[in-house]
C-alpha cells in the first residue's frame, strides 16, 4: 500500500467510525456543539500520529506480552502531554474539552490502529495512517456536531443561524428540537450516515 | 534478542515507566506557573463579569494584564469572620453597563458560589446591589458539565437572567433564586428559566445560589443596619436642617412683610400729601 492510499482509505472507504464502528462513545459524547468536536477531532489526530510514530519506533523492542500496557502507557502520556499543554497554551479550549481529553485514552480507534497498524509498519507510514484515522474519525464527529448543533441549538460554532424572529418565543413558528441535543441523536445520525455510505460504497454491504 | 524472557520484560516496563514519569514530571513543572496564571486571571474575570466589568477582555491585546488593571482599579477583597469561619465578600467600588439596563454606579457585593454539578464542581459569583437584595449580575462556570447542556449554565444568555432578580421576597423571607424547569413565570422575581436537557446542572446551580448567599445573612443584616441607621441620621439631619430652613424661610418673609408694611405706610402718607395738597389748592 502506498502511502496516499493509507492516508485516503480511512476518510472514507474505510472510516474508523462508519465501518469500523470504533470511538462511537466519544462521537456522542463531544457532537453537542462544533466547537468541541473540532478541538476533539484535532486532539485526536495529534495523539494518534504521535503514538503510531512512537509505537512504530520501539515495536521491535517491545515484549509481547505486555505491549497493550506499553501501548497504553504511552497513549495515556501523550493524552496528559496534550492536556497540559492546551491549560498551559490554549486555556478556554482546554475547558471546552474539559473530561473529553481523558476520554482520548479510551477511545479505541487509537489502540486499534496501534495494534493493527503501527506494531507491523515503519514510522512514516504508522504516521500516516494515524492522521488519516484522525481525520475520518474527525469528519464524522463534524458532520455530526454540524446538524446536531444547527438543529438542537440553532447554531454553529456559537453564532445564531436561524433567525430570531422565527422562534416561538418571539412570535414565529420554531423551535430547536430538544432531540438533536441528547446522545440518541447522535447515533441516529451515525446510523444515516452509514447508510449513505454503503449505498455509495457498493463493496461495503456484506455478502449474504 | 529475545523479547520474551521475564528478566527483559519486568526491566523494559520499569525502564518505560521511569522515562514516562520524567517526561510528565519535567512537562508539569515546566507548564505549571502558566496554569495558574490562567486560572487566576480567569477567576478575576469572572469576578469582574459579575459586575459587568472587563468587557473588553476579547478585545485588547494583552488580556491578562487588562484584567489585573481593572481587577485591582475596582475589586477589593475582604473577608468576614464568623463563628469561627471565614468568608470571602468582594465588594466592587463600580460597575459596568447591565445586559438588559442601565449602567450603574455605587457599591456592589460579590459573593463567591461553590456547588456540585452533573460532572464536577460548579461555581459562580453573584453581585447584590448595597440593598443586599436585588441582584446586579451573575456569572456561573463548571469544570465538566455536558457541552450544550449543563455547560449552558456558563452563557450570558443564562447569567443575564439573574439581572434584577430578587433573593428577598415581600415579607423579607430569604427565598434565594429558583432555577425553574419548563420556563419561569413572567413577572416573578425569583425566578430564572432551567437549562433544557441540563437538569442536574440547573439544580446544583438553584442549591449553590441557596445555600452559599444564605451563609452571609447576618452579614447583611449587619450592613443593613448599619445603612439604615447612616440613613436615620440622614434623615435626622434632614429634618434639622428643615427646620432651621424653615425658620430663616420665616424670618425672612417676616422682614419682607416688615418692608411691604413701610412700603404701603410710606405710600399711605403720600397719598395722604396729594390730598392734602390737592384740597389747599382747590380751597385756594
Not at chain 2, 103 to 114: H, Q, T
Request: glycine share 8%; net charge neutral.
Amino acid at each position: 500500500m502506498n502511502n496516499k492510499k493509507i492516508f485516503i482509505e480511512p476518510l472514507f472507504r474505510n472510516n474508523p467510525v462508519t465501518v469500523l464502528v470504533l470511538g462511537i462513545c466519544s462521537a456522542l459524547a463531544v457532537t453537542v456543539k462544533l466547537e468541541p468536536a473540532l478541538v476533539m477531532a484535532l486532539s485526536v489526530t495529534i495523539v494518534m500520529g504521535f503514538s503510531n510514530v512512537i509505537i512504530s519506533l520501539i515495536r521491535n523492542t517491545i515484549p509481547n506480552r505486555i505491549r497493550i500496557i506499553v501501548q497504553l502507557v504511552v497513549v495515556a502520556m501523550l493524552v496528559i502531554l496534550v492536556d497540559q499543554v492546551l491549560k498551559a497554551y490554549a486555556y478556554e479550549v482546554s475547558k471546552q474539552l474539559s473530561v473529553f481529553v481523558g476520554l482520548i485514552i479510551t477511545n479505541c480507534i487509537i489502540m486499534g490502529r496501534i495494534e493493527a497498524f503501527a506494531l507491523a509498519n515503519k514510522p512514516i507510514p504508522s504516521l500516516i495512517d494515524g492522521l488519516g484515522n484522525g481525520l475520518g474519525y474527525g469528519i464524522i464527529l463534524v458532520v455530526v456536531a454540524f446538524f446536531r448543533e444547527l438543529f438542537g441549538s440553532g447554531t454553529l460554532l456559537g453564532y445564531q443561524i436561524i433567525p430570531n424572529a422565527l422562534y416561538i418565543k418571539n412570535g414565529g413558528f420554531y423551535e430547536n428540537n430538544g432531540l438533536f441535543i441528547l446522545p440518541p441523536m447522535a447515533l441516529i445520525l451515525v446510523g444515516l450516515f452509514i447508510w449513505v455510505q454503503r449505498s455509495v460504497t457498493k463493496e461495503l454491504i456484506e455478502k449474504k | 534478542m529475545d523479547t520474551n524472557k521475564n528478566l527483559y520484560t519486568i526491566l523494559y516496563a520499569t525502564g518505560m515507566v521511569v522515562i514516562v514519569a520524567v517526561v510528565l514530571a519535567f512537562a508539569a513543572s515546566l507548564l505549571k506557573e502558566r496554569q495558574q496564571r490562567n486560572v487566576e486571571i480567569e477567576r478575576k474575570q469572572l469576578i469582574l463579569r459579575s459586575v459587568h466589568l472587563g468587557a473588553e477582555a476579547s478585545s485588547v491585546k494583552d488580556k491578562d494584564s487588562y484584567i489585573e488593571q481593572e481587577y485591582a482599579r475596582y475589586i477589593t477583597d475582604s473577608s468576614i469572620s464568623e463563628s469561627g469561619k471565614d468568608f470571602v465578600i468582594y465588594i466592587s467600588s463600580g460597575g459596568g453597563k447591565q445586559q438588559s439596563g442601565e449602567p450603574a454606579s455605587g457599591r456592589y457585593y460579590i459573593i463567591p458560589l461553590r456547588g456540585v454539578g452533573l460532572w464536577g464542581p460548579v461555581w459562580g459569583y453573584i453581585s447584590l446591589a448595597d440593598d443586599f437584595n436585588s441582584v446586579y449580575g451573575a456569572t456561573f462556570d463548571h469544570k465538566s458539565e455536558t457541552p450544550g447542556l449543563g455547560a449552558e449554565i456558563s452563557t450570558n444568555a443564562f447569567a443575564k437572567q439573574f439581572e434584577n432578580k430578587k433573593i428577598f421576597d415581600a415579607q423579607g423571607d430569604y427565598v434565594s433564586i429558583q432555577v425553574v424547569k419548563g420556563g419561569a413565570k413572567e413577572g416573578n422575581d425569583h425566578q430564572v428559566d432551567a437549562i433544557s436537557g441540563g437538569t442536574i446542572t440547573s439544580k446544583a446551580v438553584e442549591e449553590m445560589l441557596y445555600k452559599n448567599i444564605k451563609e452571609y445573612m447576618n452579614f447583611f443584616a449587619a450592613n443593613l443596619r448599619a445603612s439604615k441607621e447612616r440613613e436615620r441620621m440622614q434623615i435626622e439631619r434632614e429634618a434639622a436642617e428643615a427646620v432651621a430652613a424653615e425658620a430663616a424661610a420665616k424670618a425672612a418673609a417676616d422682614s419682607v412683610a416688615k418692608v411691604e408694611q413701610q412700603l404701603r405706610y410710606r405710600a399711605y402718607l403720600q397719598r395722604q400729601k396729594e390730598q392734602e395738597q390737592r384740597d389747599s389748592s382747590q380751597n385756594n
